[in-house]
C-alpha cells in the first residue's frame, strides 16, 4: 500500500502543552484546536489535553464534536455566534463566546426576553486594539462594556480580549497594542487574555489571565529564522511517505511538468509518493529540502498531485522503498514553509484526507 502518513506524537504535543505553562507560568491555558486541530486531528489533540484550562475553536460544528467526544473542558467559539438559534445551543454545551459588534450584543438583548435556558452565557468582549480584524473599536469598548454588564443572561463580569497583528515581527506596534488595550479596559473587572503563540514568545505582561497559544501546541515556532527546538518544542506532525523509484538522468535533462528543472550533472532522481493531492504545497520550488536517509536532499521540479522528485545525487545508495519525511522531527515545517513561500502554520492545516493519520505515544 501506497505508505504516505502524518504520524502524530502525542508525546510531543503534551511536552509542548508543559512548554507552554512554563513560559506562561502564571496564567491559564486555552489550547487552540480550530481547524481540526491545525491538521493533526480535532478529538484526538484535545481528548490527547486533560491539562488544558479550556479549548478554543472557530465554529460551533467543532465545539460540538468535541462535546460529542466527551471533552469536559470549556470551549470558547473564537468568532462568537452567528444567529439567535446558536444560543441555546451554546447555553446547553457550556460554550463560552467571543462578541465582538454591537449587533451580537442586540441579538442577546433579544434573546434574553425569551430565553427558556436561564444558564448564564459566558462571553469575551473583544477589543480591537489595531489588527483591524474583529473586535470593538476602541471607543466603542466602554458602551459594549455598559450593554453587556446590565445583560442578567451574561455572567459577570464580562472578559476581554484582544489579539496581536505582528508579535511576530514588530515588538513596538505590539507595545502599543498592549497599552491600548490596558487602557480601554483599565476600569473593567473581568479576566484578560490577549496572547497568540507569537504573544506569549514575545510578551511577557501581555499573558495577563488566559493565554491562546495554537501553534506552539503544535510544536512550531512563529517567530521568524528559528524552530521549534530553539524554545523547547517538538514538532507533533511527522509527514512522511517512501521512495517509489529511483532513475538515473544524463546531464541536461528535465524534471516534472512544465520542465522547470534541468539537470546540471548526470544525478539520480528519487520519486516520492506525495504530492500536492495528499496537500504537500505545489507552490514548493526547487531546492526544497526534503529528508532521506538522514540527509536533506533538494525537489526538483514541479510538485505533481500523486507525487514528486529529488536529486538523490550521482552517488546514492538509496533505495525504492525508503523513508522520506517531508517535514517533522528531522526537518522542522518551520524551514520547509519559506521555500514554498508560506508559514507552518498552512502546511498542516493543509494535510488531506487522503494521507492516513497514525497516533503514536497517546495513553488511554
Ligand atoms: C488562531 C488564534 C489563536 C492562536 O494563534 P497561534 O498563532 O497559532 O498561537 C489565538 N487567538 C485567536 C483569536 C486566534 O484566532
Not at 157 to 182: R, Y
Not at 193 to 201: K, P
Amino acid at each position: 500500500m501506497r505508505s504516505t502518513k502524518a504520524v502524530i506524537d502525542l508525546a510531543a504535543l503534551k511536552h509542548n502543552f508543559k512548554t507552554v505553562k512554563a513560559i506562561a507560568n502564571n496564567s491559564k491555558v486555552m489550547a487552540v484546536v480550530k481547524a481540526n486541530g491545525y491538521g493533526h486531528g480535532l478529538v484526538e489533540i484535545a481528548s490527547a489535553l486533560p491539562e488544558a484550562d479550556m479549548f478554543a475553536v472557530a465554529t460551533l460544528e467543532e465545539a460540538l464534536s468535541l462535546r460529542k467526544a466527551d471533552i469536559k473542558q470549556a470551549i470558547l467559539l473564537l468568532e462568537g455566534f452567528f444567529e439567535l438559534e446558536e444560543l441555546p445551543i451554546i447555553q446547553q454545551q457550556n460554550l463560552q463566546l467571543v462578541l465582538h459588534h454591537q449587533s451580537q450584543i442586540d441579538l442577546i438583548k433579544s434573546y434574553q426576553e425569551t430565553a427558556q435556558i436561564k444558564a448564564p452565557i459566558k462571553v469575551w468582549m473583544k477589543c480591537d486594539s489595531g489588527m483591524f480584524r474583529l473586535g470593538f473599536a476602541l471607543d466603542q469598548v466602554e458602551s459594549a462594556h455598559s450593554q453587556l454588564s446590565q445583560l442578567n443572561i451574561v455572567e459577570q463580569p464580562v472578559k476581554l480580549m484582544s489579539h496581536f497583528s505582528s508579535a511576530d515581527s514588530d515588538q513596538n506596534f505590539s507595545e502599543e497594542q498592549i497599552e491600548k488595550f490596558t487602557n480601554a479596559t483599565k476600569e473593567m473587572l473581568g479576566q484578560r487574555s490577549m496572547a497568540n503563540s507569537a504573544g506569549i514568545l514575545a510578551h511577557k505582561r501581555a499573558h495577563w489571565d488566559w493565554v491562546r497559544p495554537g501553534l506552539l501546541i503544535y510544536g512550531a515556532s512563529p517567530m521568524p529564522y528559528t524552530q521549534g527546538s530553539d524554545y523547547d518544542l517538538q514538532p507533533v506532525m511527522s509527514l512522511e511517505s517512501q521512495l517509489m523509484a529511483i532513475k538515473p538522468i544524463t546531464k541536461g535533462e528535465s524534471v516534472g511538468y512544465g520542465r522547470h528543472w534541468f539537470a546540471d550533472q548526470n544525478t539520480n532522481i528519487g520519486l516520492v509518493a506525495i504530492g500536492y493531492g495528499d496537500g504537500y504545497p505545489r507552490h514548493a520550488k526547487n531546492g526544497t529540502p526534503v529528508w532521506v536517509n538522514g540527509r536533506e536532499v533538494p525537489l526538483v521540479g514541479r510538485v505533481s498531485m500523486d507525487m514528486l522528485a529529488v536529486d538523490l545525487g550521482s552517488d546514492s545508495q538509496d533505495s525504492v522503498g525508503d523513508r522520506v519525511v517531508l517535514w517533522g522531527k528531522e526537518l522542522p515545517m518551520e524551514k520547509v514553509a519559506p521555500h514554498a513561500e508560506t508559514i507552518a502554520y498552512t502546511l498542516c492545516c493543509g494535510v488531506t484526507r487522503r494521507v492516513k493519520f497514525e497516533y503514536i505515544n497517546g495513553y488511554s
